[in-house]
């Protein structure tokens, strides 16, 4: 969970009310936050710097209020969002309004989108806040809000990467453009020479902070950069900012970019910034807007400030809380969330009508605004009740014939493993001689690494590469596994569905498919019921790549449904496994058999 430091003092004062530290604790407590130490600012620079004592430090014995936050309220990230809050609860302050300066198209700022940009960083939202006031404490706190956000939202920059410039030192329109780093050259924040943008990750790679940025970029063929109309470099996302543009106490007018490659979330980063800040604006809370120009033509206006609205049944709120109120009381409640609400009447139903702001990203369902009710009401006030069903927990009826039929495979001298059922697009179908259809298998959009692509929809590569890795154990080696295979199912509303699965596999000097088969026998006997009628014969000739021909079958009911296959592994499958000796792998369907 996040944790904000904020002075005590001037926190308190921001909320306009003076409270003890148990006060204090209380008030968090009520509002879902904890106050999580206590400490003063001597004692954070004497630990940071590794000093003997407080006399070493050069610094006012401010006490420091480390508070923790949800992970998903990006508006407590700050001292500002986190006063703001607090005085909204309290009843101090009403919930502000935001809203985008009345500027129109022809006059606002522009930023140009370059094709190029595609290829590594393609989005970019910008906004502007006129007229800012900093000071010392302000500045302060506009830095480390990015710092937070770029830790936790922004996923340390790989997501969405923040931006921000003195305005009055630079020229519109801006261009977001995509060069080869030998084109770049810029004085990069608190430096003093140029650098070319290869050789400035050089340079960077003996930073603490910023060393482990570079990995995000420095292997691609282009960087991301910002210019203005004068080819000023503004920043060299996700790495640097320009020093011509940095920003300083007396900066009056802040020109905020966020490049990413999850638009939604640097809209959210956008709003975030725009929204905490606006309150030292000349026009309070008021934002004005720039245009993106994409390269394919398109004009989007940035930042969206604009509340989205959700009807919610009164009973949907109330229900999963178990507590009583009328519409007027949940209306209050939900103010005191910074929540803009207000109660109708729709085919004799009660109904809450609630605007939820730009800095409610967190906001996205009915479960969210009982949440927020509970807290408003407060938990310690949710009266304690009996459930109306008594039940004693137990398992699944799939996991305990699961633990059985493992229990049966054991016995028959096989050993279990256990694999991830993540693997590589490259296992699941090359390897095994199959081809992928695009109708089975579930794929990762963005794999962390080649080895975790698709989800797997057999288990055979599993134990085929467990196999290998184990390849020096004595002969014969029995191994089997039970677990799931993932595949898409257009009926779920998912769109896949988890499948249980036994599979083993027997490797020897022989084939070992008398082995293979007599598993399946047993297991066969094992779970003989009225509903699995296996008859004389269950096995019936098939024809799978990853088997030799003639040497496989598929085990089926007697209604001719199939609940497995068996066979002696392909040759061509092992070789690309790297096993030398044949196998006999077989699979079964133990949902089928239940």
């Given at each position: 969970m996040p944790t904000v430091s904020v002075g005590r003092d001037r926190l308190l004062a921001a909320i306009?009310?003076?409270?003890?530290?148990?006060?204090?604790?209380?008030?968090?407590?009520?509002?879902?936050?904890?106050?999580?130490?206590?400490?003063?600012?001597?004692?954070?620079?004497?630990?940071?710097?590794?000093?003997?004592?407080?006399?070493?430090?050069?610094?006012?014995?401010?006490?420091i209020y480390k508070i923790e936050v949800a992970a998903n309220r990006y508006d407590l990230l700050c001292f500002e969002g986190l006063a703001r809050a607090l005085r909204v609860f309290t009843g101090t302050e009403a919930s502000p309004v935001f809203q985008v300066s009345s500027i129109p198209r022809g006059s606002m700022l522009q930023m140009h989108v370059k094709p190029e940009t595609s290829k590594i960083r393609p989005y970019i939202v910008c906004a502007v806040l006129r007229g800012v006031t900093f000071d010392e404490a302000r500045y302060n706190s506009f830095?480390?809000?990015?710092?937070?956000?770029?830790?936790?939202?922004?996923?340390?920059?790989?997501?969405?990467?923040?931006?921000?410039?003195d305005l009055d030192t630079l020229q519109g329109p801006f261009s977001y453009e995509a060069l080869p780093p030998n084109e770049i050259n810029f004085v990069p924040l608190k430096q003093e020479k140029s650098f070319r943008a290869d050789k400035l990750m050089e340079f960077y790679k003996s930073d603490m902070k910023l060393k482990k940025f570079l990995h995000i970029?420095?292997?691609?063929?282009?960087?991301?950069?910002?210019?203005?109309?004068?080819?000023?470099?503004?920043?060299?996302?996700?790495?640097?900012?320009?020093?011509?543009?940095?920003?300083?106490?007396?900066?009056?007018?802040?020109?905020?970019?966020?490049?990413?490659?999850?638009?939604?979330?640097?809209?959210?980063?956008l709003n975030t910034m725009v929204t905490m800040f606006s309150e030292y604006c000349e026009t309070k809370f008021e934002v004005e807007p720039v245009e993106?120009?994409?390269?394919?033509?398109?004009?989007?206006?940035?930042?969206?400030?604009?509340?989205?609205?959700?009807d919610v049944l009164l009973s949907d709120i109330l229900g999963p809380i178990g507590i009583s109120q009328d519409e007027k009381q949940v209306v209050c409640l939900l103010n005191k969330m910074q929540l803009q609400?207000?109660?109708?009447?729709?085919?004799?139903?009660?109904?809450?009508?609630?605007?939820?702001?730009?800095?409610?990203?967190?906001?996205?369902?009915?479960?969210?605004?009982?949440?927020?009710?509970?807290i408003a009401y407060g938990f310690n006030n949710v009266p304690k009740s009996k459930p109306k069903c008594m039940t004693i927990g137990g398992r699944q009826p799939l996991n305990r014939f699961s633990d059985k039929i493992r229990a049966e495979v054991a016995r028959a001298g096989y050993m279990e493993v256990l694999t991830f059922i993540l693997s590589s697009h490259e296992e699941n179908f090359d390897m095994l001689n199959r081809t992928d259809d695009k109708s089975k298998a579930v794929i990762i959009a963005n794999p962390r690494t080649s080895e975790f692509e698709v989800v797997r929809t057999s288990l055979m590569s599993c134990l085929l590469k467990t196999l290998k890795h184990n390849i020096d154990h004595p002969r014969p080696i029995k191994i089997f596994e039970v677990g799931d295979v993932v595949m898409l199912d257009s009926s779920r509303d998912v769109g896949a569905s988890n499948n249980r699965r036994l599979a083993a596999l027997y490797c020897n000097r022989v084939s070992g498919f008398e082995e293979i088969m007599g598993l399946v026998d047993s297991i066969v006997k094992v779970v003989r019921a009225p509903h699995v009628n296996f008859g004389e014969n269950y096995y019936v000739p098939t024809d799978e790549p990853e088997f030799f021909p003639k040497r496989?079958?598929?085990?089926?009911?007697?209604?001719?449904?199939?609940?497995?296959?068996?066979?002696?592994?392909?040759?061509?499958?092992l070789r690309k496994f790297g096993i030398p000796d044949p196998c006999t792998f077989v699979e079964m369907d133990l949902e089928a058999l239940l």
């Amino acid at each position: 969970m996040p944790t904000v430091s904020v002075g005590r003092d001037r926190l308190l004062a921001a909320i306009g009310r003076t409270y003890t530290q148990e006060e204090f604790e209380a008030l968090c407590f009520e509002f879902g936050i904890e106050l999580d130490d206590v400490t003063t600012e001597k004692a954070i620079i004497r630990k940071e710097k590794h000093l003997e004592d407080d006399s070493e430090v050069d610094e006012d014995d401010e006490v420091i209020y480390k508070i923790e936050v949800a992970a998903n309220r990006y508006d407590l990230l700050c001292f500002e969002g986190l006063a703001r809050a607090l005085r909204v609860f309290t009843g101090t302050e009403a919930s502000p309004v935001f809203q985008v300066s009345s500027i129109p198209r022809g006059s606002m700022l522009q930023m140009h989108v370059k094709p190029e940009t595609s290829k590594i960083r393609p989005y970019i939202v910008c906004a502007v806040l006129r007229g800012v006031t900093f000071d010392e404490a302000r500045y302060n706190s506009f830095i480390d809000l990015q710092d937070k956000l770029h830790q936790n939202i922004c996923r340390k920059r790989t997501l969405v990467a923040i931006g921000t410039h003195d305005l009055d030192t630079l020229q519109g329109p801006f261009s977001y453009e995509a060069l080869p780093p030998n084109e770049i050259n810029f004085v990069p924040l608190k430096q003093e020479k140029s650098f070319r943008a290869d050789k400035l990750m050089e340079f960077y790679k003996s930073d603490m902070k910023l060393k482990k940025f570079l990995h995000i970029i420095e292997n691609s063929p282009v960087y991301p950069v910002i210019y203005d109309s004068n080819r000023t470099v503004l920043s060299l996302p996700p790495i640097i900012n320009g020093a011509h543009s940095a920003i300083t106490l007396a900066t009056r007018n802040v020109f905020i970019e966020c490049t990413a490659t999850d638009l939604t979330k640097a809209n959210i980063v956008l709003n975030t910034m725009v929204t905490m800040f606006s309150e030292y604006c000349e026009t309070k809370f008021e934002v004005e807007p720039v245009e993106v120009i994409h390269h394919d033509g398109r004009k989007t206006v940035y930042p969206d400030l604009s509340c989205y609205k959700m009807d919610v049944l009164l009973s949907d709120i109330l229900g999963p809380i178990g507590i009583s109120q009328d519409e007027k009381q949940v209306v209050c409640l939900l103010n005191k969330m910074q929540l803009q609400a207000e109660s109708h009447s729709l085919k004799g139903e009660a109904r809450i009508s609630v605007s939820v702001p730009p800095t409610g990203s967190d906001i996205l369902h009915a479960r969210d605004l009982s949440e927020d009710v509970a807290i408003a009401y407060g938990f310690n006030n949710v009266p304690k009740s009996k459930p109306k069903c008594m039940t004693i927990g137990g398992r699944q009826p799939l996991n305990r014939f699961s633990d059985k039929i493992r229990a049966e495979v054991a016995r028959a001298g096989y050993m279990e493993v256990l694999t991830f059922i993540l693997s590589s697009h490259e296992e699941n179908f090359d390897m095994l001689n199959r081809t992928d259809d695009k109708s089975k298998a579930v794929i990762i959009a963005n794999p962390r690494t080649s080895e975790f692509e698709v989800v797997r929809t057999s288990l055979m590569s599993c134990l085929l590469k467990t196999l290998k890795h184990n390849i020096d154990h004595p002969r014969p080696i029995k191994i089997f596994e039970v677990g799931d295979v993932v595949m898409l199912d257009s009926s779920r509303d998912v769109g896949a569905s988890n499948n249980r699965r036994l599979a083993a596999l027997y490797c020897n000097r022989v084939s070992g498919f008398e082995e293979i088969m007599g598993l399946v026998d047993s297991i066969v006997k094992v779970v003989r019921a009225p509903h699995v009628n296996f008859g004389e014969n269950y096995y019936v000739p098939t024809d799978e790549p990853e088997f030799f021909p003639k040497r496989q079958c598929k085990i089926v009911t007697s209604d001719g449904k199939q609940v497995g296959y068996l066979g002696i592994v392909h040759a061509e499958v092992l070789r690309k496994f790297g096993i030398p000796d044949p196998c006999t792998f077989v699979e079964m369907d133990l949902e089928a058999l239940l």
